[in-house]
């Protein structure tokens, strides 16, 4: 698919706005810092097609007031030494681009992820100096049909998922004439921020090291190619997961979530696809939240990041051979690790390291490669479950479709499905070898239970 640039403008904020550096979090340096893409698409009717500048002008529009509470988005990154990064709230602007194709919308299918979205959101050129990079980048597609398209990608070194759906949610609001409905909290003082003398509680089973298990066999492929598919779960068939899970587990309270008994799912039929020998450890990348973990709760509308990674681990031949309740009850305690204690602790523990970038994935990402955490034999999965994606109308309609813009290396994301019937959606990566036998298992495995 050709997409043809039209424009790219600079969107400040529209009134001036508080410039200066505001220290980072520990959460906000490690991890994924590069970007998080989300993808729309839009049928918008007639009144809105003409004349051609309304659709773009409203978007420029309200992204300038929009910066105005969320003025961090209109800043710039910048290091201090080697390892840590400070933000520079100077108003410099986001980035909005528009551009063509003479693709329809009905070209994209069911719009599951794939190849057809290169060109679609803006992308980063990461061996610029990151202070030259805009923290927000907004992209217009039109097709030749009359819809549209709307990528955006934001640095995830300023926001989480969660923090992106908020801003996104106010934009939208603000383009449609509200007032807005929740103000960002933008102190990350409260995470310890710029606070080098904390005093957290112990923490004796603090772990940060992040070692992931290996493949015990060198047969793979250094880089193997992957490929993307969006799998689609019924209310009927996640009720059977749940109640597999929960299968001879009574005294569990309370019982596993859909979220647990879908990740071990995915973890299980993982190893299965991949025939992983019964030795082989592996282990299962979770993001676990702070803002409720921690005391007290971090704010309402905090923008920035809460999350933690951590891992459940298992050997292959114990995940494959228990029943699912075994993967759920892994990923439970894996989760369960993120305590108050835990997470004062671990602040700590990364102020004083001496080096943060072993921690972040943006060496790799300036060495063209995929962030490196999850690949065979280990797998990541990002929870969406119960984060408000839909609804995102700008005055022209709700979306024809919404989702993650990618999915990197090997790991899924969990989606609600728009109907809002209780079904779901997948969005996997994984080794082009081994995602047929994953599909098989992992709709078998579902049908089996009811047997």
Not at 415 to 439: C, N, R, T, Y
Request: overall charge negative; aromatic content about 10%; charged content about 20%.
């Amino acid at each position: 698919m050709v997409v043809r640039l039209k424009g790219s403008y600079t969107v400040k904020p529209a009134e001036p706005t508080w410039e200066g550096c505001q220290p980072l979090s520990e959460l906000d340096q490690i991890g994924c810092i590069t970007y998080i893409p989300i993808i729309g698409f839009y049928r918008p009717p007639q009144n809105w097609l003409t004349p051609a500048e309304t659709i773009p002008n409203t978007l420029k529009d309200s992204l300038s007031r929009a910066l105005v509470p969320f003025y961090p988005l209109a800043g710039r990154l910048q290091w201090i030494g080697k390892d840590r990064l400070e933000l520079n709230c100077n108003g410099i602007g986001a980035q909005f681009i528009e551009a063509e194709s003479e693709a329809k919308l009905v070209d994209f299918g069911d719009f599951s992820l794939s190849p057809k979205y290169d060109g679609l959101i803006p992308t980063l050129d990461y061996s610029l100096p990151i202070h030259e990079l805009p923290l927000l980048l907004v992209q217009l597609t039109w097709f030749s049909c009359g819809g549209i398209s709307l990528g955006l990608t934001a640095s995830h070194a300023v926001v989480d998922g969660q923090s992106l759906l908020h801003f996104i949610s106010e934009w939208t609001g603000l383009a449609r004439g509200e007032p807005l409905k929740l103000a960002p909290f933008l102190d990350r003082k409260v995470l310890g921020a710029g606070n080098d003398h904390l005093h957290p509680p112990a923490s004796p089973s603090l772990d940060l090291s992040f070692n992931l298990p290996t493949l015990l066999s060198s047969e793979e492929e250094t880089k193997p190619e992957t490929t993307i598919a969006m799998l689609k779960l019924t209310k009927e068939e996640v009720e059977k997961l749940k109640n597999m899970a929960n299968e001879g587990e009574e005294t569990i309270i309370p019982a596993y979530t859909r979220y647990e008994s879908l990740a071990g799912h995915i973890w299980r039929c993982a190893s299965k696809a991949r025939k992983h020998k019964h030795e082989q450890p592996t282990a299962l990348g979770l993001c676990a939240s702070s803002r409720s973990r921690i005391k007290p709760a971090l704010p309402k509308g905090y923008f920035g990041n809460a999350i933690f990674d951590v891992l459940a681990t298992s050997t292959a031949g114990e995940l494959m051979a228990k029943p699912l309740s075994y993967a759920a009850r892994r990923i439970r305690e894996a989760i369960e690790t993120v305590t108050n204690e835990y997470i004062w602790s671990a602040i700590d523990y990364l102020k004083k390291h001496p080096d943060l970038t072993g921690f972040q994935d943006l060496q790799a990402r300036t060495s063209n490669d995929k962030f490196p955490f999850y690949k065979n034999p280990n797998l990541g999965v990002v929870n969406w479950l119960s984060f408000p994606i839909y609804g995102v109308d700008f005055g022209w309609g709700k979306e024809v479709y919404i989702g993650p813009g990618d999915v990197d290396a090997e790991s899924s994301f969990l989606v609600p499905s728009s109907s809002g019937d209780g079904s779901l959606v997948v969005a996997l990566s994984l080794q082009v070898s081994h995602m047929e036998a994953f599909k098989k298992h992992f709709y078998e495995d579902i049908m089996i239970c009811n047997m």
